[in-house]
């Protein structure tokens, strides 16, 4: 069955970075775009990124672009998030999840928690 | 960015009742639409794509429509299970954008 596993949550000062990564099974990952959406404690969902499926395309939230980056690593059915520059606003359960658009399967997400 | 705005916040249901959950777009999506259902604790889990197709595994009870701007999720009749926070989402246009909710409670 589908599994995304997210780790590489925590607490980190503002200002500083940190990576999340996404291990995925179950299914053939290098066939499906991945996705970030973050939920900030007690708030709704907010979407943060998509990657295709080849790596050649990504999209960004406002909040986050210029600041994070999505990669992925097809060989190791991997999918990543680089966030630099990170501010208290950041703070918040990041998931990971396949789809293209529509968003099929999640993990359980990491915390993030930016505070000094 | 496309607003995504659910009403109402909080809907107040008895088991067995219908329920009805509105999502307006600020602008038209076509039918790029998707509804979640989210527990407390979980994940998301996608209940409708395109509007109004079922996603794998979901039950006929759960129901979506609507195009353009104006969409809705009817719940049949509802199920202890079903108390939870749903979410809309629009997939038409970059960057894809949420909901607030609609949080479906026991009456």
């Known amino acids: 069955q589908v599994q995304l596993v997210e780790s590489g949550g925590g607490v980190v000062q503002p200002g500083r970075s940190l990576r999340l990564s996404c291990a995925a099974s179950?299914?053939?990952?290098?066939?499906?775009?991945m996705h970030w959406v973050r939920q900030a404690p007690g708030k709704g969902l907010e979407w943060v990124a998509l990657?295709?499926?080849?790596?050649?395309?990504?999209f960004y939230g406002d909040s986050v672009r210029g600041r994070f980056t999505v990669s992925r690593d097809n060989s190791k059915n991997t999918l990543y998030l680089q966030m630099n520059s990170l501010t208290t606003d950041d703070t918040a359960l990041y998931f990971c999840?396949?789809?293209?658009?529509?968003?099929?399967?999640w993990g359980q997400g990491t915390l993030v928690t930016v505070s000094s | 960015e496309i607003v995504m705005t659910q009403s109402p916040a909080t809907l107040s249901v008895s088991l067995g009742e219908r329920a009805t959950l509105s999502c307006r777009a600020g602008?038209?999506?076509?039918?790029?639409l998707a509804w979640y259902q989210q527990k407390p604790g979980q994940a998301p889990r996608l209940l409708i794509y395109?509007?109004?197709a079922r996603a794998t595994g979901i039950p006929a009870r759960f129901s979506g429509g609507g195009s353009g701007t104006e969409f809705t999720l009817t719940i049949s009749s509802l199920q202890s299970e079903d108390f939870a926070v749903y979410y809309c989402?629009?997939?038409?246009?970059?960057?894809?954008?949420f909901g607030g909710g609609t949080r479906v409670e026991i009456k």
């Open positions: 602008q038209s999506v076509s039918s790029n």
């Open positions: 989402q629009q997939y038409n246009s970059w960057p894809l954008t």
């Open positions: 395109g509007s109004s």
């Open positions: 999840a396949r789809g293209s658009r529509e968003l099929d399967h």
């Open positions: 179950g299914f053939t990952f290098s066939s499906f775009g």
């Open positions: 990657i295709s499926y080849d790596g050649s395309n990504e």
